[in-house]
């Protein structure tokens, strides 16, 4: 009796990253997915959020920042600020240089979600803005499943300045590409310059904003992963070094305001090598045998089960000096111990703030920082900002200080995570096939069902709120505090095992400050 192979692919991942699938004709032509999309570092990650997921009411997020100072170029303003992103801590987050879900804004940059390779400078496939249109019913279509073409735009997330949105490019010749702005509610030209990696985006102020034009203005990502096929539920230990794959520009940070009567505000950056943790992939395959007319599946079903591995080493650019017109901010760092570092170095964190005109020190801000989870072990801490206290001729005067939701979160490779990557407190499944694929409940050709029990991946409304902002405390005395919800929606989602509906997903909305 004839056999008809029913083959099911399924994939998750601990970390934030998009696959591609492949799919094949045959078991054995099959190839694991590996993640494609290299991680941005935690500073530029954070300032890319606002591009993402704008600040709105509408969105359910906030406006939380504390000024420091102005800087007036061509009649405008750029401000000097920290501010607080409100829409939930993922367990697999790294906290930027002022502590988690703080970002400091003080000039700007533009991350890029690099996706499959960089669109004008891979070595490993042909980049996406110079390669012609592929037709995936063509005699080309197997060199696009081995790689051979980089099939899909990178986006470019931009927050400078009034300005924070979204921007791609279409395919072209030219080597001066202008971009296409996604989502931006004020006038910009972006224009990228190829040979030079850097870029220019004009304001309808005038201002001209140059990004990256130096090697210690831009961060690079290099990726690095490997896979291995087992037979066995649990994911096995990983050992030896992690192969690289590939590495790209993920973020250009702004080294020049130049104004229309040539008044030019200028950053200066060092650099750092830090190393993301390392991610857990999971590809399920379940090969069923299927006996054709009839209405029972045979006994013969085999699994497959591959687990990739990958991280990224990261150079990361730290803020040392902003010069303008009659003046000069310092900022100064310590090390910090949520990060893992490279070359016998330690990761840093903003410690100081100083503003200074030509001739004197005008005053100060420096910055207190304590830890959620155990210190001793990067992978299972978070550093969290205390308290910002203003100094004027070394006399403090003013204090900012926050409090924050103090509950357990795992290390940061924990798959205890729900559909977005937010702490669920989901127990390690007993039996089935998913360390990380959720149980779902599948039909064969026969309409018989293949229920595969994995791990629970629906939110927890409580954990999710975990290491969140609970209070600022200002210097008048007077105290805000904050309290959140979970957005919900209800899609009729039925494909988990128990036939589950969601209701409460994606992450937190703000909901009052008292």
């Not at 300032?47 to 709105?56: N, V």
């Not at 040392?320 to 003046?327: D, L, P, Q, T």
């Not at 926050?402 to 977005?420: A, C, E, H, R, V």
């Not at 405390?473 to 036939?499: A, I, M, R, V």
């Amino acid at each position: 009796m004839k056999k008809i192979i029913f083959l099911i692919l399924l994939n998750s991942t601990i970390a934030s990253l998009l696959n591609q699938n492949r799919v094949y004709a045959t078991d054995s032509e099959y190839i694991p997915n590996l993640p494609k999309i290299l991680p941005v570092s935690p500073n530029a990650a954070s300032l890319g959020q606002y591009g993402k997921t704008p600040i709105s009411y509408y969105n359910g997020t906030t406006n939380i920042n504390i000024p420091f100072y102005e800087i007036e170029i061509g009649g405008q303003k750029q401000s000097i600020a920290i501010s607080y992103h409100s829409s939930g801590i993922k367990v697999a987050q790294e906290a930027s240089w002022v502590g988690l879900g703080w970002s400091l804004n003080a000039g700007g940059c533009i991350t890029r979600e690099c996706i499959d390779g960089d669109d004008f400078h891979d070595t490993k496939t042909m980049p996406y803005y110079f390669n012609d249109y592929i037709d995936p019913t063509s005699s080309n279509h197997s060199e696009v499943d081995f790689s051979s073409y980089d099939t899909e735009p990178d986006i470019f997330y931009f927050n400078f300045g009034e300005f924070s949105g979204s921007m791609f490019f279409t395919k072209g010749t030219t080597r001066t590409p202008i971009a296409k702005i996604k989502s931006c509610n004020k006038y910009i030209e972006a224009t990228y310059d190829i040979n030079k990696r850097s870029w220019l985006i004009k304001d309808g102020n005038g201002l001209k904003y140059y990004f990256g034009g130096s090697s210690s203005s831009r961060d690079i990502s290099s990726g690095n992963n490997v896979s291995h096929e087992f037979r066995s539920e649990i994911p096995p230990a990983l050992g030896g070094v992690i192969p690289s794959f590939r590495s790209a520009i993920t973020a250009w940070y702004v080294d020049s305001i130049v104004a229309p009567n040539h008044d030019k505000i200028e950053y200066q950056y060092t650099t750092e090598l830090i190393s993301t943790v390392t991610n857990l992939n999971e590809d399920i395959r379940i090969k069923q045998s299927i006996l054709e007319g009839g209405v029972n599946c045979s006994a013969d079903k085999d699994f497959f089960k591959d687990f990739s591995y990958s991280n990224a080493d990261i150079q990361q650019c730290i803020l040392r000096k902003i010069k303008f017109k009659n003046g000069e901010i310092n900022f100064s760092t310590s090390n910090r111990d949520d990060i893992s570092a490279n070359l016998d170095t330690e990761a840093q964190k903003l410690e100081q703030i100083t503003i200074r005109n030509n001739s004197e020190e005008i005053k100060s801000y420096h910055f207190s920082y304590n830890y959620l989870g155990n210190q001793s072990k990067s992978i299972d801490c978070r550093l969290l900002l205390n308290k910002i206290t203003e100094q004027i001729n070394n006399t403090a005067l003013n204090n900012y200080e926050f409090t924050y939701n103090m509950g357990y979160l795992p290390p940061k490779d924990s798959p205890q995570i729900d559909f977005w990557g937010f702490y669920n407190n989901s127990s390690n499944p007993v039996t089935g096939y998913g360390a990380l694929i959720p149980s779902m409940l599948l039909y064969n050709t026969n309409g018989h069902q293949l229920p595969m029990p994995g791990r629970d991946r629906t939110p927890n409304a409580e954990c999710m709120q975990h290491g969140m902002l609970q209070s600022i405390k200002y210097p008048t005395g007077g105290t805000s505090q904050f309290t959140y919800e979970p957005h919900e929606f209800n899609n009729g989602f039925n494909l988990c095992y128990k036939d589950t509906t969601l209701t409460e997903t994606v992450g937190l909305r703000y909901d009052e400050t008292v």
